[in-house]
Nanobody
């Protein structure tokens, strides 16, 4: 089993910054993709950003130029640096990690974090 623990959420004023972290633990053989999703009240969960094992990144148009996703493969941790935050960024943010389990060869996993609240308000 793979567990994801998120941290870094909170309340920030418009224009401020937050840095989210998500650490994966468990019997992990390798990690393919790591990403961040968010869900605002009354809206569908949407992709914010993801990063591949090779370091390729992808961002939602709404956050391009403001957010940066990165990963630390030694710590099995993915980060989301959020700058120039806007009220519309308010949501619960979830991390997602896909990879291969160490307990069984070629057994994949797709794990989600518990979610962390980000509120952008004056």
């Amino acid at each position: 089993q793979v567990q994801l623990v998120e941290s870094g959420g909170g309340v920030v004023q418009p224009g401020g910054s937050l840095r989210l972290s998500c650490a994966a633990s468990g019997s992990i053989r390798s990690i393919y993709n790591m990403g961040w999703y968010r869900q605002a009240p009354g809206k569908q969960r949407e992709l914010v950003a993801f990063i591949t094992n090779g370091g390729s990144t992808n961002y939602a148009d709404s956050v391009k130029g403001r957010f940066t996703i990165s990963r630390d493969n030694v710590k099995n941790t993915v980060y989301l640096q959020m700058n120039s935050l806007k009220p519309e960024d308010t949501a619960v943010y979830y991390c997602n990690v896909k990879g291969i389990l160490a307990t069984k060869l070629l057994s994949s996993f797709d794990s989600w974090g518990q979610g962390t609240q980000v509120t952008v308000s004056s």
